[in-house]
């Protein structure tokens, strides 16, 4: 069965930190490339960072480059996001999504809230 489970969401102010972890299980981890979307309210789900299979590419939205981080951790079947200097207009509920070939998996999501 396959799972991916985001974590480390909550309520943070602005200029604050969170790091997110997305842990992976039911298939193989190291093939995939993961990314991090996120949804705002009464907006479309956008991407905010892609990292390849072996961790030598990463990619972000112009929005988040310079303040997000993404990595992963093959041996341990984990993705995560490290988000600094925290905006409100980063307020949204944050996805991970892992990709290869014909195959694509979800995460439920978990909250980012931005605010004083």
């Known amino acids: 069965q396959v799972q991916l489970v985001e974590s480390g969401g909550g309520l943070v102010q602005p200029g604050g930190s969170l790091r997110l972890s997305c842990a992976a299980s039911?298939?193989?981890?190291?093939?995939?490339?993961m990314s991090w979307y996120r949804q705002a309210p009464g907006k479309e789900r956008e991407l905010v960072a892609t990292i390849s299979a072996t961790a030598r590419s990463t990619n972000y939205n112009d929005s988040t480059k310079g303040r997000f981080t993404i990595s992963r951790d093959n041996a341990k079947n984990t993705m995560y996001l490290q988000m600094n200097n925290l905006k409100p207009e980063d307020t949204a509920v944050y996805y991970c999504?892992?990709?290869?070939?014909?195959?694509?998996?979800w995460g439920q999501g978990t909250q980012v809230t931005v605010s004083s």
């Open positions: 039911g298939f193989t981890f190291r093939m995939y490339a």
């Open positions: 999504y892992a990709s290869w070939g014909g195959n694509s998996y």
